[in-house]
């Protein structure tokens, strides 16, 4: 099984919701990340989880707060979220060997109203 | 942290070879080079990394420059399926798994 699933595959939300993302995997990685790619751009890394902790934050606002509650799962929570986080935001994973390829999923497709 | 550069868009005939080139004139001794694919409406996929020397597998070729500065991923017959966004990346090996850069990417159209 080499897939990494994401959920929901569209979510829309107000400023005032809370709601998560989550993401599966079960190749085994050890390292998991979270992406956020808006319309047309590359993707942007925003948090590294390894081994189970966290181990980069890329300056990522606290409205977003992630959770890696096993090896296998990966969530991220969102909260008073603004309309400019509207984005694709991918999961990823891979071992936590630096040449090791990641794996992403589909992405869930964000919109803030 | 060291950065690529790649032409924005490129064109293709189908069952045409194609190649991608990427400048990365500041790339470090450990730096990989890494190139990943991204489809319409999907996440990125792999394709192919080195470090030295040229590396095939069954996707592509990656032909590296002696001098690391420049490398070319090389599709042997573009299929209408290889229409994507293409991102040359310089991996950054950390001791806590690894980041991947995206840089701006090629996107490459393929004609029938």
Not at chain 1, 48 to 59: H, T
Not at chain 1, 73 to 96: F, G, I, K, M, R
Request: aromatic share 8%; with cysteine; net charge positive.
């Amino acid at each position: 099984d080499t897939e990494v699933t994401q959920t929901p595959k569209h979510l829309v939300m107000g400023m005032t919701n809370k709601k998560s993302l989550k993401c599966e995997q079960h190749m085994g990685h050890r390292a998991m990340y979270w992406y956020k790619q808006k319309a047309k751009k590359p993707p942007e890394l925003m948090f590294v989880y390894s081994y189970e902790k966290l181990s980069i934050n890329e300056s990522v606002p606290s409205r977003f707060s992630p959770e890696c509650p096993n090896s296998s799962l990966l969530n991220l929570h969102l909260h008073a979220l603004q309309p400019e986080d509207s984005a694709l935001y991918l999961c990823a994973s891979s071992q936590v060997r630096a040449y090791n390829e990641q794996f992403f999923g589909p992405g869930t497709r964000l919109t803030v109203l | 942290d060291a950065k690529t550069t790649q032409p924005n868009s490129m064109e293709s005939n189908e069952e045409e070879p194609v190649h991608l080139p990427c400048n990365h004139s500041t790339i470090s001794g450990t730096d990989y080079i890494h190139w990943y694919r991204q489809l319409p409406s999907q996440g990125p996929e792999y394709v192919i990394h080195g470090l030295t020397s040229n590396v095939n597998n069954r996707m592509a070729s990656l032909a590296i420059a002696e001098d690391r500065k420049s490398s070319t991923l090389i599709l042997h017959r573009a299929t209408l399926r290889d229409a994507a966004v293409y991102y040359c990346i310089l991996r950054v090996p950390l001791h806590a798994g690894n980041m991947l850069t995206f840089g701006g990417g090629t996107r490459l159209m393929v004609k029938p």
